[in-house]
């Protein structure tokens, strides 16, 4: 199961941290994506942290705003989101698995956690 929190509503430039709680697999032998759909539009990957931490992938978009990070001891996935921007506004998953699995594996992402950028 993961569950999301953090997400709320910011004016542009502003930030958000959103945190994801892992229970029901082993949360450290698992890459982790954040995954974001906007209002009409297709699911979009975001960014991937690999088991240890040690590797990390964004999409082009957010690179140099958004920092993925996690705590194995506390299977605890989070996105640091800087700069937000209005085009940033969705509603954002977690996902057990890398960008080519959770694209694929709805069932492995979360509910979600609304974000959303406005002035």
């Known amino acids: 199961q993961l569950v999301e929190s953090g997400g709320g509503m910011v004016q542009p430039g502003g930030s958000l941290r959103l945190s994801c709680a892992a229970s029901g697999f082993t949360f450290s032998m698992n890459d982790m994506s954040w995954v974001r759909q906007a209002p009409g539009k297709g699911p979009e990957w975001v960014s991937t942290?690999?088991?240890?931490?040690?590797?990390?992938y964004y999409t082009d978009s957010v690179k140099g705003r958004f920092t993925i990070s996690r705590d194995n001891a506390k299977n605890a996935l989070h996105l640091q989101m800087n700069s937000l921007k209005p085009e940033d506004t969705a509603l954002y998953y977690c996902?057990?698995?890398?960008?080519?699995?959770?694209?694929?594996?709805?069932?492995?992402w979360g509910q979600g956690t609304q974000v959303t950028v406005s002035s």
């Open positions: 996902a057990r698995g890398n960008r080519d699995i959770v694209m694929i594996r709805r069932d492995y």
């Open positions: 942290i690999t088991t240890g931490g040690g590797s990390t």
